[in-house]
């Protein structure tokens, strides 16, 4: 039987981490928390469970989820955020992996709750996580904020039964808050990259993206809340676009000066 290594990344998440904690540790033969230096009760409620707890400044998802990786003891790693759960499923299909590790990585869905109702549809769910793994057949790339494992060549995988659990938002302002944020990250590195905005970038890319999410992906089963995530994600994707833009044009008031 293998040894898992759960690996929980935190920031203020007081609210969420004794419930995520309470989750693994039935699953974990360890479990190592990353703290960004939270200013909220999060290490309190940590310490009060065998935790391996240590701090680190936030530099990216990317890098902090490398480093914090690098950190457990086992080479078999679960790895989740302070605002995340897994569920009874989850639980017993890792239980289950544990005893016959056949794979080098494994997917499982994560489904999110969303003031207060759990998200089935939209471009949310399934949202597929490969959040379990063998750490020397990988490491996590992708492009911040939206981090992934890249397992590496070769390396195989296969889906597990049961969700993890994500407690996302309590309310619109919150999501609102972090769409407004992420689409400033978005936006620096596309502009990083060396991308550009088009007119008909900010004109017909967020209409598709609400219509994917709404209709496509069945977003109107959701009903209320679906029609919100999908809004509230098309608006960001306007407004990736729209800073992008605005770069673009204070580089070119910088060269005319």
């Known amino acids: 039987m293998i040894k898992i290594s759960a690996v929980i990344l935190t920031l203020d998440e007081e609210d969420n981490i004794e ?3 309470q989750s693994v540790r039935d699953v974990a ?12 009760d999060t290490e309190s409620i940590c310490r009060k469970y065998k935790v391996n707890f240590r701090q680190h400044a936030f530099t990216g998802f990317i890098e902090q989820k490398n480093w914090a990786t690098a950190q457990a003891a086992h080479d078999h790693i679960l790895s989740i955020e302070g605002d995340e759960a897994i569920s009874d499923p989850l639980k017993q299909s890792i239980l289950n992996v544990k005893h016959d590790w056949d794979r080098d990585a494994y997917y499982f869905n994560r489904c999110t709750r969303y003031c207060g109702k759990w998200i ?16 020397r057949k990988g490491q996590f790339g992708g492009t911040n904020p939206h981090d992934r494992f890249i397992p590496a060549p070769g390396a195989t995988k296969r889906q597990l039964k049961g969700d993890l659990h994500h407690y996302a938002f309590n309310s619109i302002s ?12 978005k936006a620096r590195l596309a502009y990083a990259a060396g991308k550009k905005c088009r007119w008909y970038h900010m004109v017909f890319h967020p209409p ?3 219509i994917r999410s709404y209709v496509l992906k069945l977003g109107f089963m959701d009903g209320f809340h679906g029609m919100v995530i999908s809004a509230v994600n098309a608006f960001s994707n306007f407004l990736k676009y729209a800073k992008l833009r605005r770069l673009q044009n204070e580089k070119i008031i910088s060269e005319d000066d």
């Open 208 to 210: 598709f993206k609400f």
């Open 29 to 40: 033969d360890e479990i190592v928390v990353v703290d960004s230096f939270s200013k909220d």
């Open 120 to 135: 089935t549809h939209t471009d949310w769910y399934p949202d597929r996580k490969l959040r379990l793994f063998d750490r």
């Open 174 to 185: 919150e999501h609102i808050l972090l769409a407004n944020r992420y689409s400033d990250i």
């Open 19 to 21: 419930r995520c904690l």
